[in-house]
């Protein structure tokens, strides 16, 4: 039942980018082009999923535990840090270089276009880097403390 | 602003803040695609089939919608394959350095009003629009 759930969630996640038009690249360097002909699409996207989910997270923190598993996993992480900074900052060059975040990228692999195949490859490469820097540099204290679980997102 | 579609954008906004707050509801997760895809590359996390489900369940929606007649756009992206790759590892290493990407951070973590949140969410967005402002209006043409 977790599985279906999950696979329910990530359909209507699918839905809501398509619909909205953020599966397509240039529709979202239309919002980020705000020196240009600019598209507020983005925004509106953003401010309606900010309503549902900030109401249904409020109903959740109202339970004891979820419908379907042992504990809510909240991120835990409070602190504005360089890591963070930097990070969406490395994040946010890839994503105004060709419009795809790792939502919109995953996808559109059901398009079979090689160049989102190529940016997946990519993307997964990075993230494996980052993770085995991470694991280099932090050691146990990590693996244990910081499993993606308990990150923001 | 000639392209600027709000009521296809509001529902479709609708239906990514309704899968988040399902998958925190059911699940207790955090709809943060970033995160549920890192989580299926190993590194100690054992929790790989919710993840599975959640990417099969994207990736399955626009086939879905093909099938019964919705137009699925086919994703244009000019940019030469170097731009490409540079773009990917950049958002892979990023979104794993900050812990969450648009949809972790823009949309959960703001909807939780993490402070972390709405700092990484300003970043992201901000470089972004220097980018596309470089690219689109001092470089390119």
């Known amino acids: 039942m977790l599985m279906v759930a999950s696979f329910v969630s990530g359909f209507t996640f699918g839905l809501g980018l398509l619909i909205s038009g953020m599966v397509q690249p240039q529709k979202v360097l239309g919002f980020l082009d705000v020196f240009g002909a600019w598209d507020p699409s983005l925004a509106v996207v953003m401010a309606a999923a900010l309503v549902v989910s900030n109401a249904g997270f409020a109903l959740a923190r109202r339970r004891e535990r979820p419908i379907l598993a042992v504990q809510s996993l909240w991120p835990t992480k409070t602190d504005i840090d360089r890591s963070l900074v930097t990070g969406a900052a490395l994040f946010g060059i890839g994503w105004g270089l060709v419009g795809l975040c790792p939502g919109p990228a995953l996808e559109n692999l059901a398009t079979f276009s090689p160049r989102v195949i190529v940016f997946v490859v990519a993307m997964v490469i990075g993230m494996v880097l980052h993770d085995l820097w991470a694991k280099r540099h932090t050691g146990p204290v990590w693996r244990e403390g910081m499993l993606p679980t308990t990150a923001d997102g | ?141």
């Open chain 2, 1 to 141: 602003m000639a392209n600027f579609t709000p009521i296809s954008a509001a529902i479709g906004g609708g239906l990514v803040g309704l899968a988040a707050a399902l998958l925190m509801l059911f699940s207790g997760r955090i709809a943060g695609i970033s995160g549920i895809l890192a989580g299926c590359l190993g590194f100690g996390t054992r929790d790989k089939g919710w993840r599975g489900a959640f990417i099969a369940g994207l990736v399955f929606a626009p086939l879905t919608a093909g099938l019964v007649g919705y137009p699925v756009p086919s994703p244009q992206m000019p940019a030469s394959w170097g731009v490409i790759v540079v773009a990917g590892l950049l958002v892979g290493f990023g979104t794993r350095l900050s812990g969450g990407c648009t949809s972790g951070h823009g949309v959960c973590g703001i909807a939780r009003l993490s402070a972390r949140s709405v700092t990484a969410t300003a970043v992201f967005m901000g470089t972004a629009v220097v980018v596309v402002a470089l690219s689109r209006h001092v470089l390119g043409g």
